[in-house]
């Protein structure tokens, strides 16, 4: 059973450019959750998406944008791409139920912007 | 901002008892209790979450204080491989219907096992 998946593992972009990140989630999760850590931080919500739509959102701008798919997967963009926004995008996939739940993450994505 | 103080690193001998603590005086009736840990280079992994009662798993136990104002997360046997970050965060209990308490990381407690 895979776990969560992530890709690319590593993307360098320039500034004012815009970037596509990829997560598949765990088999059986419907719930996708997109986190950013900057390094030496504790991970920081971007957003939630659930039954293809973004439930909760964090103190993030409207340059980051989700999506998810029919089969749970999901995008994070991110568009005209500032040298803050370099940082490990973690991608974390759970399921709900009468217990609670534990989001289990991906490995990461690391974007560095010049 | 985090709910939640941890100390910013504890250093624990391989083969003890490592007992990692957590602060969170203004928890609310309604919220739990989840710890994470994260290795290096690695996403965060679940180890544990309660309410008030203590929990054990096969990682570790959760002791959390009567007045639910503080809690110990204990690595019973700690190896090489628990040296990590460990996380302590409070969070609403997820609802049906999507609307799943997201988690608010804190700094966290640098855990380093040595031999």
């Known amino acids: 059973d895979a776990g969560v998946t992530q890709s690319p593992t590593h993307l360098i972009k320039t500034r004012g450019q815009q970037v596509t990140l990829r997560c598949s989630p765990k088999?059986?999760?419907?719930?996708v959750s997109w986190y950013q850590q900057a390094l030496g931080q504790g991970p920081q919500f971007i957003f939630q998406?659930?039954?293809?739509?973004?439930?909760q959102r964090g103190n993030f701008p409207d340059r980051f944008s989700g999506h998810q798919f029919p089969n749970y997967s999901s995008e994070l963009n991110v568009n005209a791409l500032l040298l803050g926004d370099s940082a490990l995008y973690l991608c974390?996939?759970?399921?709900?139920?009468?217990?609670?739940?534990?989001?289990?993450f991906g490995p990461g994505t690391r974007l560095t912007v010049l | 901002d985090a709910k939640t103080t941890q100390p910013p690193s504890m250093d624990c001998a391989e083969g003890r008892a490592a007992n990692l603590p957590c602060n969170h005086s203004?928890?609310?009736?309604?919220?739990?209790v989840y710890w994470y840990r994260q290795i290096h280079s690695q996403g965060p992994q679940y180890i544990i979450h309660?309410?008030?009662n203590n929990e054990t798993n096969e990682m570790a136990s959760l002791i959390i204080t009567e007045d639910r104002k503080s809690s110990t997360l204990i690595l019973p046997h700690a190896t090489l491989r628990d040296t990590a970050v460990y996380y302590c965060?409070?969070?609403?209990?997820?609802?049906?219907?999507?609307?799943?308490?997201?988690?608010?990381f804190g700094k966290g407690t640098k855990l380093s096992v040595k031999p």
């Open positions: 974390a996939s759970s399921f709900l139920t009468g217990a609670g739940d534990e989001q289990f």
């Open positions: 203004t928890i609310s009736g309604n919220e739990y």
């Open positions: 998406y659930y039954e293809e739509e973004e439930r």
């Open positions: 965060i409070v969070r609403v209990a997820p609802n049906y219907g999507g609307s799943q308490g997201n988690l608010i």
């Open positions: 088999s059986g999760h419907d719930t």
């Open positions: 309660g309410l008030k």
